[in-house]
C-alpha cells in the first residue's frame, strides 16, 4: 500500500501539508476507536490511500479535505469494530486493548534511537481518554455507541456531523453517546491522583521483587481483579484471576518461574503502570485502576504483537 507521501513529487499541491497535517488527529481518533495502535495505523493508511487514488479534480472538489479523511477513517473503523466482534469472539483468552508507552519512553528516551521512531507515538495524545480502564469499558460498547460517543464527547464534533459518519439521525447519534456515557459512569471509580498511584504501583513492585504475599495481599482490593492477554502466542491465564489472596499467589507463581524478571515503573496509557523485562527483552505490560489506596484492577499484556511499541526498551 503506498503511503500519502508517496505521490506528493509526481504532483505538487498547495493544500498537501494540510492533509498530511491531519494524520496525527486521525491516528488519535482511530487509536481511541479500536483500541490498537496497528489497526489504528492501518486504518488511517487506507484512508490516505482512497484520498490519493482520486483525480486532482475530485480532491479539490472537496471542500475540507480534513472532514473528508475523518469521515472515511471512522467508517472505516466502525466497519473494523464490527468484524473485530467476530474475531475477539475466537481470541485466546482475554482481549485487552494494545497499551501506548509515554513519549519520553518512545521519542528520544530508552525507545528512541531514530525519527522513524518517534511517528507513531508523536500521533497519540495520552490523557484520560485513553486510559486502559477507559478503553476497557470502550470495548463493552456496541461500534456505533463507540464512534457516536468519541466523535462527540473526546473530539467535540457535532451530532449533525457524527449522523452523517454513522449514518444515523442525529437524535439516535444523541442517544448512542448518551448510552455510552451511562456505561463510562457505572465502570468509572473514582479518580487517583497521578502521584498517590505512583506510589501505589511502586510499592506493589517491590512487594511483588521481594515475594512478599502479605505485602500484595495489603495493596489489592479484597475484590480485585487481574486480566492477562497472551493471546494464545505466550503462557497466559486464560480467565481473570479474582481476589487479592489468588492474584498475590498468581505473581508469585510467575516471579518463581522466570527468575531474573526486572520489574520497572513505567508511563501505561498516560498512568503510572509496570513493563516486566526477562533477560532485556520486555514480556509484559501491566497498567492498574485503583479503588481508594489499593489496587482495584491489573491488565496484563502478554501478547507480543501488542508489545511492539515496547520492544526496543530492551535494545537501548
Known amino acids: 500500500m503506498s503511503t500519502p507521501s508517496e505521490p506528493v513529487h509526481d504532483r505538487p499541491d498547495p493544500g498537501l501539508s494540510a492533509v498530511v497535517g491531519e494524520r496525527r488527529r486521525l491516528i488519535n481518533l482511530a487509536y481511541r476507536l479500536l483500541g490498537s495502535l496497528a489497526e489504528a495505523e492501518d486504518a488511517v493508511q487506507e484512508a490516505y490511500a482512497r484520498w490519493y487514488a ?145 506510589g501505589l504501583v511502586r510499592h506493589f513492585k517491590e512487594a511483588w521483587e521481594a515475594k512478599d504475599i502479605g505485602a500484595l495481599v495489603g495493596l489489592l482490593d479484597p475484590d480485585a481483579t487481574m486480566i492477562a492477554d497472551g493471546g494464545g502466542m505466550v503462557g497466559a491465564v486464560l480467565r481473570p484471576v479474582e481476589g487479592s489472596e489468588r492474584i498475590a499467589q498468581y505473581l508469585i507463581h510467575i516471579a518463581d518461574k522466570a527468575p531474573g524478571l526486572a520489574l520497572l515503573e513505567r508511563t501505561v496509557n498516560g498512568l503510572p503502570g509496570l513493563v516486566a523485562q526477562h533477560s532485556g527483552v520486555t514480556v509484559t505490560v501491566a497498567a492498574f485502576s485503583l479503588t481508594g489506596s489499593r489496587v482495584h484492577r491489573i491488565w496484563a499484556v502478554r501478547n507480543p504483537e501488542k508489545l511492539r511499541p515496547w520492544a526496543e526498551s530492551g535494545r537501548n
Open 54 to 198: 482520486m483525480s486532482p479534480q475530485q480532491q479539490k472538489a472537496i471542500a475540507s479535505p480534513g472532514g473528508w479523511l475523518t469521515t472515511v477513517t471512522s467508517r472505516i473503523c466502525l466497519d473494523v469494530l464490527g468484524s473485530a466482534r467476530v474475531r475477539r469472539e475466537r481470541y485466546v483468552g482475554q482481549w485487552i486493548p494494545e497499551p501506548l508507552p509515554d513519549r519520553s519512553e518512545w521519542i528520544g528516551g530508552r525507545m528512541g534511537g531514530g525519527p522513524e521512531r518517534a511517528d507513531p507515538a508523536d500521533r497519540v495524545t495520552l490523557d484520560e481518554s485513553v486510559n486502559m480502564a477507559f478503553l476497557v469499558v470502550l470495548e463493552s460498547m456496541t461500534p456505533a455507541e463507540r464512534v457516536a460517543f468519541i466523535l462527540h464527547d473526546v473530539f467535540r464534533y457535532p451530532f449533525a456531523e457524527v449522523a452523517e459518519i454513522v449514518g444515523r439521525t442525529p437524535a439516535a447519534c444523541r442517544q448512542l453517546a448518551s448510552s455510552a456515557r451511562h456505561r463510562i459512569r457505572a465502570a468509572q471509580a473514582p479518580a487517583v491522583p497521578t502521584v498517590g498511584q505512583a
